[in-house]
């Protein structure tokens, strides 16, 4: 197991999980709600917040789960994580345009109106500028949560599989370094 790769491989499955979830047999949007949910879009900063997020996990969590491994290994894992960022990064674009498309069909002129609305008005701004700190400050909680996560994970596969000692012992090990790994990640 890979254990630097584990976080980033737990953002790539959401990352693919995500957008699947969010396709829907909808009609297409009108050419209108179209370009207003890419006006609030835009009011939203989506394109400015996914940066700021991905820069945060690029600083917080590679950082901190690579920096107790052997120095060949941490060089791969951080320049592993940060090729898979750069790749996350451009896929943003796409990701907005996919995201006008949803809200254009989700939500209706007057509710796009209404969230364009908040957005624009200074407890909107200040949500926008907040974002991103917050989300900052989740990661060492999110962190936390991995190695509980780990071992439910594996103990609910070994009960539908058999497990081996090794593997057992291996994921103990593993369950343990990310603990001690997230134990170290900081809030920025």
């Not at 006008?100 to 364009?116: P, R, W």
């Amino acid at each position: 197991m890979k254990l630097p790769a584990l976080p980033i491989g737990a953002l790539a499955a959401l990352a693919l999980a995500l957008p699947a979830a969010a396709q829907t047999a909808e009609p297409a949007p009108s050419p209108a709600a179209l370009e207003h949910a890419r006006h609030v879009i835009q009011s939203m900063h989506a394109e400015k917040l996914y940066d700021q997020m991905i820069a945060a996990i690029e600083t917080s969590v590679i950082s901190a789960t690579t920096k107790n491994l052997p120095t060949e290994k941490q060089t791969y894992a951080q320049t592993f994580g940060r090729a898979y960022l750069e790749e996350i990064r451009a896929v943003m674009p796409k990701l907005t345009d996919e995201m006008a498309v949803i809200y254009a069909t989700d939500f209706t002129e007057q509710q796009l109106n209404d969230i364009d609305q908040f957005y624009g008005s200074p407890t909107g701004q200040a949500v926008l500028a907040k974002t991103p700190r917050i989300g900052q400050q989740l990661i060492p909680f999110l962190m936390a949560q991995i190695p509980d996560a780990l071992t439910h994970a594996f103990e609910k596969t070994c009960e539908k599989t058999t497990c081996t000692a090794e593997q057992r012992a291996a994921m103990a090990k593993a369950v343990d370094a990310m603990k001690a790994r997230a134990a170290s990640v900081q809030p920025g």
